[in-house]
């Protein structure tokens, strides 16, 4: 699932919807599936050296596998501006030169802009794409400069406001809008299309008399006729804009018109707003309730989607920021790099605490304490959804506060907290452990090993004895085998296995503990035994 990162180094964006007129001052934000694939293709010709009869077989198989699906987008903040000069007509009337008032609209871009294709590539096409976005150097008009490359596994997610196709998912709240874009169809929908178009012309077309050949005249005219209708994708995505208009056509051959969904000020117009955060003391933890519309708990998100509905709120808050860059909700300082103490920033842990098999609570802990900006983002938190759900989920703040404050609530919601949070010397998993590197049979990279690791970079005394629960002997082993264990949004796991263990310790360690794959998102989160707490 390649992902294509573009910076504006110049801070400007220039390009026009198609249909419209440079001085209807319209941006395409963000740039269309069209226009990227139509870039890609211009810089292998012109930076790549291919041969004018055509593309090479992996730049084709390349751009019509991207071709098949429709990207989905991360945005950077982007105000709309212009200039307007008077153009010289070259042409005199009462004495003077005519001027034409022309408008120059382009978007001012600070961040990067994220391009997600939901589609496997191969190694040679995954080379020829990254050579692609290294050798790019423009969007859209010619000054609108980029730099570009291939995102790696290992890199950071782009913040920003998402962008995607109508029909994957509706916007949870007010404030979006639907953008119309162009995209190409899928290569093999195109020849079909194409064969019946010809078909059709050819109907119309004088044909030879029996047991002759086709004059040269009804071959030139027939060459005539269907020279409007390129041969494949690739050929209709190479076609000039005068050639376009020459055919006739209102939009290009192989293109389709697709919506997006943007928020409605994706684009800013007026004076930007200073954001001013209020000056509060960091808290190490906020607890949010969830509960569905109806007030039904069995109608909540199952305790198998822990993984899928942290993530979902996790983009929810960092989008919430509109660009703003906070280093508690994501893990980074200001270059995007991770910090230097690890495990010191959030971790959304979605919870059951009264024990349905539903969840119903979420606690949003992080060790280096949740600043003014984070804890603001969290209070406004309102929202949220979960797959196949009845509709949206209601979120309420229920407290924040120090762990041990936490510790006091009172009831049996109290008590499931108490089960993460309390201190004990035998644990057990709550969601499972999802290890972060591949497991060996010998050395450090054992299963075991790798839990010790894993506690010793969360500073956690070491354990005396490590127990995985056979499925076959444990229900809650078998329960825990129907959890989500891979990232929609983040890089996948070595091993998309889940174990279910038991640790115990020589003295009583305090909660919670979160460890291996997906640790800040609910996964390898570990409960009390109930008799071995302290």
């Known amino acids: 699932m390649p992902t294509l990162i573009l910076q504006f180094p110049a801070g400007r964006y220039h390009a026009t919807p198609w249909g419209h007129h440079v ?88 961040g990067e802009l994220a391009v997600t294709w939901d589609v496997p590539l191969s190694p040679d096409e995954q080379v020829l794409l990254e050579q692609l976005a290294e050798r790019m150097g423009y969007l859209g008009r010619s000054e609108s400069w980029i730099n570009a490359h291939v995102a790696t596994p290992s890199e950071a997610v782009v913040q920003g406001e998402r962008c995607w196709p109508e029909g994957r998912e509706a916007p949870l709240e007010s404030g979006w809008e639907q953008v119309p874009m162009y995209a190409p169809i899928a290569a093999t929908a195109y020849v079909e299309w194409r064969d019946k178009a010809v078909a059709k012309v050819m109907e119309d077309m004088p044909q030879p008399e029996p047991g002759k050949k086709p004059t040269a005249k009804m071959k030139k005219e027939l060459e005539k006729a269907t020279k409007p209708y390129p041969l494949d994708l690739l050929a209709c995505l190479q076609m000039q804009t005068s050639e376009l208009q020459g055919f006739g056509w209102n939009q290009p051959p192989g293109s389709q018109r697709v919506f997006y969904w943007r928020k409605a000020n994706a684009i800013e117009v007026g004076v930007p707003k200073i954001h001013r955060v209020r000056e509060v003391t960091p808290v190490e933890a906020m607890l949010l309730a969830m509960a569905t519309q109806s007030g039904s708990e069995h109608a909540l998100p199952s305790v198998t989607r822990t993984l899928s509905q942290a993530e979902m709120l996790h983009r929810q808050l960092v989008g919430s920021l509109r660009g703003r860059h906070n280093i ?207």
Not at 40 to 53: D, F, I, V
Not at 347 to 364: A, E, Q, R, S, T
Not at 425 to 439: G, H, K, N, Q
Request: include cysteine.
């Open 23 to 110: 001085n209807e001052g319209m941006i395409e934000w963000p740039p269309s599936p069209w226009r990227l694939l139509r870039g890609l293709l211009a810089t292998g010709y012109a930076t790549m050296h291919w041969p004018a009869a055509g593309a090479p077989p992996e730049a084709r198989s390349l751009i019509e596998k991207l071709a098949a699906v429709l990207p989905c987008y991360v945005l950077p903040k982007a105000v709309g501006t212009h200039s307007r000069h008077y153009m010289p007509m070259a042409r005199f009337k009462n004495g003077r030169e005519e001027t034409c008032l022309v408008f120059d609209t382009w978007a001012r871009v600070s």
């Open 328 to 534: 508690v909700l994501t893990g980074c300082d200001e270059q995007r790099k991770p910090l230097t103490l690890p495990h010191q920033h959030a971790h959304i842990l979605p919870l059951d605490m009264n024990g349905d098999g539903h969840l119903d609570h979420i606690l949003v802990w992080a060790p280096m304490g949740l600043d003014g900006e984070a804890q603001s983002a969290i209070r406004n938190a309102r929202r949220t959804y979960t797959k196949g759900g009845v509709g949206v989920l209601r979120l309420a703040l229920a407290g924040a506060a120090s762990l041990d404050e936490l510790l006091v609530l009172s009831g049996e919601y109290g008590a499931g907290l108490r089960k993460v949070l309390h201190k004990g010397t035998e644990w057990i998993s709550a969601t499972p452990f999802v290890p972060p590197r591949y497991v060996k049979k010998n050395g450090a990279h054992t299963l075991e090993g790798q839990v010790r690791a894993e506690l010793a970079s969360r500073n956690l005394p070491d354990v005396i004895d490590v127990q995985v629960l056979d499925p076959h002997e444990h229900d809650l082993a078998r329960r825990q085998r129907h959890f989500i264990r891979t990232r929609r949004f983040g890089p996948a796991p070595p091993i998309d296995c889940g174990f279910a263990l038991q640790l115990r310790f020589a003295e009583p360690v305090q909660g919670p503990i979160c460890l291996g794959y997906g640790s800040h998102f609910g996964l390898g989160m570990f409960r009390t035994i109930p008799d071995q707490q302290a």
